[in-house]
């Protein structure tokens, strides 16, 4: 009796085997296909180095500001996390997906590996504008399409779930080193450049407006026009030249992580796509 039950159980336990094995092989090339599609959605990005992200997005900012800033630093497998709590009301991040990406009627096929995008916000601009990088990369790192994404967040721009800032205010790119788009309203085509300058916020201003001089020069000019667009002033020559050799170390360091961050010579404007 005990050996018939004993034969009996070993036969049940190969049986519930041989399924597992075949329900396995029948699932994998399903499961295969969902990671597959998933792992193409997904962000590729590589992280920076942490201390070097930091002082990155906090080179967005004056001096002055730096110590008592709040700083967002990117997990590509869930978004911006606060690396450290600020105390005076100011923000910094490195974007590797910039608010710009999603203006214009340019598809967006694939997530950029290469943007660089320090940036600092005053509190309007961290109820307001920060919101959009905030999302962005959290549905990035979700698996959200390009395409998809791109089509929401510009949904979400036409029907106000984005609103203009509270108040006049600021956004600070003082960092010696930007990587993203040249034109975004009609054009994916990207740079990398050493542009200090100051945006205030503009809501529904236009370049028109303001008798705008021409993108990336001396005078000010009018970007994203909207009710997230910005007022930009560059610094003085003189000012970016000391910001440059402030940061040589750290300019250095992302050359030599990514051939894209190199910055030309400093006789030349920016580097080829």
Excluded at 13 to 23: E, F, H, T
Excluded at 42 to 55: K, N
Excluded at 107 to 135: H, M, N, S
Aim: aromatic letters at 8%.
């Amino acid at each position: 009796m005990t050996v018939k039950t004993n034969r009996t159980l070993r036969q049940r336990s190969q049986m519930i085997q041989l399924l597992v094995l075949l329900s396995g092989l029948a699932l994998s090339p399903a499961a295969g296909v969902h990671a597959q599609a998933t792992g193409a959605a997904r962000s590729t990005l590589d992280p920076l180095p942490r201390d070097l992200e930091i002082q990155l997005a906090l080179s967005a900012l004056p001096p002055h500001l730096r110590a008592g800033a709040t700083v967002y630093l990117l997990n590509p497998a869930k978004g911006f996390e606060v690396a450290r709590q600020g105390t005076n009301g100011f923000s910094a991040l490195v974007a590797r997906t910039g608010d710009d990406t999603f203006f214009g009627a340019w598809p967006l096929t694939k997530y950029p590996e290469d943007i660089l995008y320090p940036i600092g916000f005053d509190q309007a601009g961290a109820g307001a504008q920060l919101r959009v990088f905030l999302d962005a990369a959290e549905l990035q790192a979700k698996g959200t399409p390009p395409a998809e994404l791109k089509r929401m967040i510009q949904q979400r721009h036409q029907s106000g779930y984005y609103k203009a800032p509270e108040r006049a205010g600021i956004s600070y790119m003082l960092a010696p080193v930007l990587r993203t788009y040249f034109q975004p309203e009609s054009s994916d085509s990207v740079l990398t450049i050493s542009f200090p300058h100051v945006m205030y916020f503009a809501p529904g201003v236009s370049a028109r407006d303001i008798g705008a001089g021409p993108l990336a020069g001396v005078y000010p000019f009018v970007i994203l026009e909207g009710h997230h667009g910005y007022m930009i002033q560059a610094l003085g020559v003189t000012e970016r030249a000391v910001i440059r050799k402030e940061y040589e170390g750290m300019l250095a360091s992302l050359c030599r992580l990514k051939a894209a961050w190199c910055l030309p010579d400093a006789t030349k404007g920016g580097t080829k796509p």
